[in-house]
C-alpha cells in the first residue's frame, strides 16, 4: 500500500485546509484503519483522528473536535481532513496512516500503523 498526502500549506489562524490521501497498491482501503497523525517540532508524533476499520465511525482528539472533520471516498480510495479554525497549535507535519490489523485499543498510538504517507507541512501563523 502507497500513500500519498498532500494539500498542506501556510495559512492564517482561523482559516481552514483540506489535506487529502490517497492510497494505491490496496482494494481493501475503505476496509482499513485509516488515521491522521501529525508531528510538531520537538514533540511526537500524535493521532488526529480517523476511522476504525470499516466504520463509519469517526474519532478525534480533543483539540480538534467541532474543527476538523475526517472523511472518506471509497470510490477514489481517498481520504480527506478538513482543517477549519486553525490554531498555531495545529501547526506540525501531518501524516495519513492506515492498517489492516490494528485493533481499537491501540488505534490512536502510531507505532500499530503498518503504511504510512510522506507527511504534508501546515504552518499556521498567528
Known amino acids: 500500500v502507497q500513500l500519498q498526502a498532500s494539500g498542506g500549506g501556510l495559512v492564517q489562524a482561523g482559516n481552514s485546509l483540506r489535506l487529502s490521501c490517497t492510497a494505491s497498491?490496496?482494494?481493501?482501503?475503505?476496509?482499513?484503519?485509516i488515521a491522521w497523525f501529525r508531528q510538531a517540532p520537538g514533540k511526537e508524533r500524535e493521532f488526529v483522528a480517523g476511522?476504525?476499520?470499516?466504520?463509519?465511525?469517526?474519532y478525534y482528539t480533543d483539540s480538534v473536535k467541532g474543527r476538523f472533520t475526517v472523511s472518506r471516498d471509497h470510490a477514489k480510495n481517498t481520504a480527506f481532513l478538513q482543517m477549519n479554525i486553525l490554531r498555531p497549535e495545529d501547526t506540525a507535519v501531518y501524516y495519513c496512516a492506515t492498517s489492516t490489523s490494528v485493533i481499537l485499543s491501540y488505534f490512536r498510538d502510531p507505532r500499530y500503523y503498518q503504511y504510512w504517507g510522506q507527511g504534508t507541512l501546515v504552518t499556521v501563523s498567528s
Open positions: 497498491g490496496s482494494t481493501s482501503f475503505s476496509r482499513n484503519t
Open positions: 476511522f476504525f476499520r470499516g466504520s463509519d465511525r469517526t
